[in-house]
């Protein structure tokens, strides 16, 4: 440690002069390369095949307002305003910004204050030959210290960039998690109508079957059935029947998860939700444009990029240990043996000092430590290659799978209206005495079967719009939740 007592003003210029010609060590962050192609696969496919009267979407901000289902926007309202998940992840952002600003501080001196009052008595043995009383003194003390660190390589302005890095990487997982949880409660509110659809088909069906059967037993008490014949129609009507316990389970469990992902009890939806509604309609053809496009929209992409971005900083932090560090310290304060003594003329003390701390013998620590760093940047490089990738591939399998669901749809209900209308002309056949009961049986177990399916594929084929939406995610606004409606909840 140097320490100087005077010419303050020239060692300030002399500093501010270094300090404009500092520079940060270690790389500069860029934007990794990556080579992409110019359209999805499946666009190109459909490109020629397209219906004319089909118009494209592009993926709205708030996409779910485009099923046109107002119990749909009102779950997902809610649980962008109350999702726990969300919540810890708002937590985590406020964590990475509180982080940052202490980072920033440390631009500014490090200024402390401390006072001291003491009642000191000196042994006989250090003042030999003066009286006990005379031993006694009195020390009182008001000193105000400062620190600052010279950043002449770096080190603090590549720490900061570190934390700006993070906290950006933060509010991308936010939004990621928001784009996540809006796609959860919209899969799990058409999984919902979608069963519901089914315990309606199963219940319709069922009733038909115990017409059937009640025709059939009527058949057999005027003597012109059989009992194999009543047997064959039972039983096909208790299948019928056992799914329903299932799918009344399914619809249970669909109300509890949206319920929770709400913010509130698993019971608190059913209720509201009890009513059937129909399936949200599908949205017109969507637009995902390109992938250079939703790479620049997908929030695991940014966070991605932002945790590279903080390690490639930290390899700066890690280099400047090679550099000698300086420190400008100061100190003025008061030193008198009475209180009344303080603060005047003669009980003033100042000092001014600058330090240099060089671990030249300790590089060997220190050069480990770049290579850890330089070890660190490489995995977030091949994490981020590997979030483009998943990306890219999550974009053309929902692409790929809302095109085929789409046309699985159309077959199934058409499936379905055919298996209705032979089921209904079957029982007519029947009644007249046209045809035996083993066809009437086969068409209500097609009828079934077809309504069944076709439900369940509506059901994928919307999920898979949603699935699509999800895998673009494009322009989202970041709804945050908010704090003081937080804390009253919580409380």
């Known amino acids: 440690m140097v320490n100087i007592s005077g010419g303050v003003r020239p060692l300030a210029i002399a500093i501010a002069s270094v300090l404009l010609a500092a520079c940060a060590v270690g790389p500069n962050h860029v934007r990794p390369a990556m080579d992409v192609p110019e359209h999805f696969v499946r666009v190109e496919a459909d490109a020629n095949t397209a219906a004319t009267n089909t118009v494209a979407v592009s993926p709205d901000s708030e996409f779910w307002r485009g099923f ?118 919209a899969n799990t509110y058409v999984g919902l109508r979608g069963a519901q659809e089914r315990l309606r088909v199963a219940r319709q069906n069922a009733d038909n079957q115990a017409q059937t ?91 991605a990029e932002e945790r590279l971005h903080a390690a490639t900083a930290r390899i700066g932090v890690a280099t400047a240990d090679l550099f000698p560090r300086f420190t400008l310290g100061g100190l003025i304060g008061s030193q008198a043996g009475t209180t009344g003594a303080l603060f005047s003329r003669d009980s003033e003390t100042h000092l001014v000092a600058l330090g240099i701390d060089w671990s030249f013998l300790d590089v060997g620590r220190v050069r480990a430590r770049i290579k850890a760093a330089d070890a660190d940047a490489a995995g977030q490089l091949a994490q981020y290659e590997k979030t483009v990738l998943l990306a890219l591939e999550d974009t053309e399998n929902a692409l790929v799978r809302h095109a085929r669901a789409r046309d699985e749809d159309g077959h199934l209900e058409q499936a379905a209206l055919d298996s209705a209308k032979a089921a209904q002309l079957a029982r007519l056949r029947y009644h007249a005495g046209a045809t035996d009961l083993f066809e009437v049986l086969d068409a209500e177990r097609t009828q079934l079967q077809a309504e069944d399916a076709f439900a369940d594929a509506r059901t994928r084929s919307v999920g898979s719009a949603i699935a699509l939406y999800k895998a673009l995610a494009g322009g989202w606004p970041e709804r945050m939740p908010e704090r003081k409606k937080l804390a009253s909840r919580s409380q």
């Open 213 to 303: 059967l009640q025709l059939v037993e009527a058949r057999f008490n005027a003597g012109r059935g059989t009992e194999f014949d009543t047997s064959r129609a039972r039983a096909q009507l208790e299948t019928t029947r056992s799914r329903v316990p299932a799918l009344e389970a399914q619809v249970a469990v669909a109300m509890h998860r949206l319920a929770v992902l709400t913010g509130r009890t698993p019971d608190t939806l059913i209720t509201e939700l009890t009513p059937l509604q129909p399936l949200p309609v599908l949205p017109a053809r969507i637009d995902p444009s390109t992938p250079g496009e939703l790479l620049r929209h997908r929030p695991d992409v940014a966070a």
């Open 68 to 185: 046109n289902d107002p119990e749909l926007t009102r779950l997902v309202e809610r649980a962008l305003f109350a999702n726990h998940d969300l919540r810890i992840a708002l937590a985590n952002l406020d964590r990475a910004n509180a982080l940052l600003r202490g980072a920033k501080f440390d631009y500014l001196p490090t200024i402390t204050a401390q006072g001291q009052a003491s009642d000191n008595r000196a042994s006989a043995d250090q003042l030999p030959g003066v009286a006990r009383d005379d031993r006694d003194y009195q020390s009182y003390s008001v000193n105000a210290q400062a620190s600052w660190e010279l950043d002449l390589f770096g080190r603090v302005r590549r720490s900061v960039e570190a934390q700006r890095a993070g906290l950006q990487a933060s509010a991308s997982d936010l939004q990621a998690l928001q784009v996540a949880i809006v796609g959860e409660v």
